[in-house]
């Protein structure tokens, strides 16, 4: 019988969970292999615990191969789908810090978010509602036409080599996601999985950008262990289990949708269910 650690502060029925964010994903997948994970309505996507962990290990070994190393950050600028949830995944795996940019961010918003916290990598799908975001990244960093994927030198990016798209075509400079699977597939994961059990559940793994009615946005530094925990007492209090399903409509790149949506499902082996890309009343009634 394998042995779990946990954290016991105070008086508490119930421990709290010493897991990072891609061991909460690899037990739930162990115990619930074939229960239905996640339900991409949009893209009309579905995967079971097991296919989303060996999925994310894939990826994770993917952004491995390419150089990605612990405590680097990734952004991610996209509205719901499926490959943001990978991506959630996957970062954690490895220890990669997930930056979490808001999709109606404008070309300003998005270059001080990457260069705020040193961003090395960004996911972006290709645009949502009237936001191009393959031409607004293409004007913050023109030397993406003229570059090799993953040694991009920008001048008002100086920190971001590698960007990622969420795309069918081939975009100038810029590496598909799909290419991710394909580069990480060549090995059993072995680095993922050394990686996994090096990593610290106190140590930080997303940076969400927070305002208030002044400034500009902090960015709010998180830790496995906090959003796991808060994920997993939410979930708790819900009475959620295994044969739930949950509706998500709301963002993922804010908190309540990749913490109290995504990880309260995977942290009680429930299914995570995406109705759209953004908030649409109707498709959420469907």
């Known amino acids: 019988m394998k042995n779990n650690l946990s954290f016991v502060s105070g008086i508490s029925r119930d421990p709290l969970l010493f897991q990072t964010v891609g061991q909460v994903l690899e037990s739930t997948a162990e115990r619930y292999t074939d229960q239905e994970a996640i339900v991409c309505s949009h ?39 499926v490959e943001w949830v990978l991506t959630q995944f996957a970062t954690a795996k490895i220890g990669l810090i997930l930056v979490n940019i808001n999709p109606a961010y404008r070309s300003g918003e998005l270059e001080y978010a990457l260069n705020q916290v040193s961003c090395k990598a960004l996911v972006t799908a290709k645009s949502f509602k009237t936001s ?67 990593l610290d559940p106190d140590e930080a793994i997303n940076i969400q950008f927070t305002s ?53 499902c995977a942290t009680h082996g429930a299914t995570m269910v995406f109705p759209s890309e953004g908030f649409e009343p109707l498709a959420t009634l469907k």
């Not at 993917?62 to 990734?74: F, T």
Request: charged share 20%; with cysteine; proline share 4%.
């Open 43 to 81: 893209q009309n996507v579905r995967y079971t615990y097991g296919e989303l962990n060996e999925k994310a290990n894939r990826i994770a070994s993917g952004l491995h191969a390419l150089g990605l190393r612990k405590g680097d950050r990734v952004g991610i600028w996209s509205p719901n789908c």
């Open 132 to 198: 191009n975001y393959i031409k607004i990244i293409q004007e913050l960093a023109p030397e993406l036409i003229d570059s090799i994927p993953n040694e991009l030198e920008c001048k008002k990016l100086p920190t971001l080599r590698l960007v990622i798209s969420i795309a069918d075509e081939k975009i100038n400079g810029m590496m598909n996601f799909s290419e991710l699977e394909i580069v990480g597939n060549t090995g059993k994961h072995d680095n993922v999985f050394q990686i996994g059990k090096q």
């Open 212 to 264: 208030g009615t002044t400034g500009l946005p902090k960015g709010a530094t998180l830790s496995h262990f906090n959003i796991v925990n808060n994920a997993y007492f939410v979930g708790k209090a819900m009475k959620f289990s295994a044969i739930d399903r949950l509706c998500i409509p709301v963002p993922l790149y804010h908190c309540f949708g990749m913490v109290m949506g995504v990880l309260t």
